[in-house]
């Protein structure tokens, strides 16, 4: 409980500050809960494994040096403060043009020339913001990545490998074989350029382990489904990308251990008639993985809540109704999911972006995304976390895109990554050591419009028992966890609440609670734990 602490009653709620971080006092409406009838049920709705210790963020430095560099130690903290488990190296899209020796991206080709290692006409640079230009190469590199993940304490890496870059047209220039090649499916010289980038990923993974980083995961591409030239290029289906999957795996795990988990581009969204490439990218994918070298497929998941001025309970629950049915259509009624699940190797499923996306326009030089500065905002991608475990198949999950500049809209102290994380903070708590997960059913009062409850919850098992609630609600909810905890007399509950529209200074929630009787305020996110 707290002590020394200013109270001021608003609204039900007693706000009391304790040094920097307001605390949510449970005198006032907890006790009102309480009185509320019986305490809510929880009952186990689906239960499934999940990866050791495999949640945490998408960083994408395209635009910044060193970012955890010891001329940024409080941004360093912030990241191990939020609590990650697993990063992602050296990031999303834009990796697909990465040099690994080089720890940054390939030189562009400039206009005209004859030589050259990535030809940004070929790129789409409208698909990944003009990343590839000579005057916007930044280093991050393995030295920068230790200071993160190297150690018995530091966080795991998903290791992103670049499949597709340098291109054909790179290695039949004078700067590579200076020759004409059989780019097709299968030929001597497809396999060999195959051979030259992993080749450099090798090189990037032995450097990571000589600075302490274990190598645990390894990722095999980036939506190479999407029909952009050089992956087109590189594998003009999905069975292509199975076969090549296949043959890196091979190599992966002779020179790095045959414990390695290695996962392969799979399609987020089954695609349209007018989009063959991604409407039939799984399942010729799944025709020819090998189960026993691919171990699980990767997915996105984004999401669009619209983010009004000033968020209220029912514009927040009218904007996330309209976002809950977009993502079942997406990733259930699409039959998405099913085609993992249904398949007769049950594919699981790492989720290395996931994001809720702003709706507003980004100014580079000043603005940040309008809906990144709400709590509302953090609250629907929290939501969205328990979502992606309800459709069944979720094992890793890597939360919130590192958006633009990260000096701008992180904060060089690491502030404004901090204040966004906290709604997460208590998930990533929740699932330190967890092998295995079950998915709550929580009655509550259920988003308008929907059938779905406002609050929803995961209880995480391993080395101990942890449970995540997160509540949508403005009003605080009675849960039962009992039988999540047996013989235990009280439960410790952590985590953060604050108003729908702004991120910063969360308050504080921090109180014991009976396991039959245990109060989760509105708009909260919680992690509950024996004491």
Known sequence: MNTKTVGLLLGGLMLSC?????????????DDALAAGAPRVVRAASTHKVLLDAAGYNPRFDHDEAPWSTARPDFAAALRESGARIIRYPGGTFANSWDYDADRFFPAKRSGAHTGW???ARIELERVAGWISEDSRPRYGVDDLARVAAGPHGANVV?????????????????????ALDGSVGSADWYRMLDDRYARFKRMLVRAQNKGIAVRFIELGNEYYFDLSYARDAFPTGRAHGLAANYLAGKLKRDFGTDLKIAATASCVPGTDA?????SWNQTLFDVLDHDQVTHVTMHAYKALESPDQYSETSFQRALAGWVDATESR???????DTFLAHERGWRVWYTETNANWDG???PGEGTPATETKWGQSLAEAYSTVHLYDLGNA??????NFTGTVRKHLGDDGSWLLNRARVLQPFMRATAGATGATVLDIPARNIEGTDRSLVQGLCFEGDRTRCYVVNLGSKPVKL?????????????VEGYRNDLNSIEVPLTVSRTAPTDATVVPGYASVELERP
């Open 18 to 30: 304790q040094g920097e971080a307001p605390a949510y006092d449970d005198a006032t409406s907890i």
């Open 118 to 120: 990535v030809n940004p």
């Open 159 to 179: 290791f992103h490998m670049n499949m597709v870059t340098p291109g054909q047209d790179f290695y039949e220039s004078p700067d590579g074989l200076g020759h």
């Open 275 to 279: 989009d063959p490439r991604m409407k």
């Open 331 to 337: 990733f259930q009624r699409s039959g998405a999911s």
């Open 361 to 363: 326009t980004l100014d």
């Open 395 to 400: 094992t890793l999950l890597l939360q919130f």
């Open 480 to 492: 039962d966890l009992s039988a999540f905890f047996p013989h235990a007399s009280t439960l410790q």
